[in-house]
């Protein structure tokens, strides 16, 4: 099955800094890639997905890009705000099964 | 409310006791999908269903469990005889199924089991 794979597994960053997460996946199948951010005790909110026919996408401070190549995709947050302070998780799926494997998670602290 | 519900939030049960979870997805998403998530970890899949069809299950999915999504609506998770390592949070998640993102999954508040 899929195996997705998160590097660094903790971030820290000054504010108004920019933030980049790696992650890595094995199935060349895989055509779906959201980004997950998870606050403590709260449910994994979307921030923002990606699909295989695109190589990036930008929401305001969030974008991701798609290596499909290499096979890794990468978030990047811009002017990181304390509020960006979350666990963020990266996930991988296929088209026709439907399942989400999600990688272990980043710890991104942003320092005020 | 119109976001993922689930029920309850938190429950606490004795190793052997059996639990059911609850969760409604948000309205007209004909995809429910349940997963669970230890501390540190990403969610694992467990299970997904396609209106009131199980269409795949995860061989994480013991014996022990079992869901149901009897009306193509709700739908809920039964554990039976549970143990230690089933301490966990249950997250239930729907998605749209049809359409543009289809596969986008929206996720609940989770369940926390705490099997002592």
């Known amino acids: 099955g899929e195996n997705v794979e998160q590097h660094p597994s903790t971030l820290s960053v000054q504010e108004g800094d920019s933030a980049v997460i790696k992650c890595t996946y094995s199935d060349s199948a895989s055509n779906y890639f959201p980004w997950y951010k998870q606050e403590l005790g709260k449910r994994p909110q979307l921030i923002i997905d990606i699909r295989s026919n695109v190589g990036e996408k930008k929401d305001q401070r969030i974008a991701v890009t798609l290596n499909k190549t290499a096979k890794h995709f990468s978030l990047h947050i811009t002017e990181t705000q304390p509020e960006d302070s979350a666990v963020y998780f990266c996930?991988?799926?296929?088209?026709?099964?439907?399942?989400?494997?999600f990688g272990k998670g980043n710890q991104v602290v942003v320092i005020p | 409310d119109t976001g993922v519900s689930q029920d309850p939030r938190h429950k606490i049960t004795k190793r052997g006791q059996n639990v059911t979870f609850r969760c409604d997805p948000i309205s007209e998403h004909n995809r429910l999908y349940w997963y669970r998530q230890t501390l540190g970890q990403g969610p694992e899949f467990l299970t997904y269903?396609?209106?009131?069809?199980?269409?795949?299950k995860s061989r994480l999915l013991s014996d022990r469990f079992s869901a149901e999504r009897p009306k193509g609506s709700f739908s809920t998770l039964e554990i039976q005889r549970t143990e230690q390592g089933d301490s966990a949070m249950y997250l239930c998640?729907?998605?749209?199924?049809?359409?543009?993102?289809?596969?986008?999954?929206?996720f609940g508040p989770g369940t926390r089991l705490t099997v002592l």
């Open positions: 998640a729907s998605s749209p199924g049809q359409g543009l993102g289809t596969d986008t999954q929206y």
């Open positions: 996930a991988a799926s296929t088209r026709g099964n439907n399942r989400l494997a």
């Open positions: 269903f396609q209106n009131e069809a199980q269409l795949e």
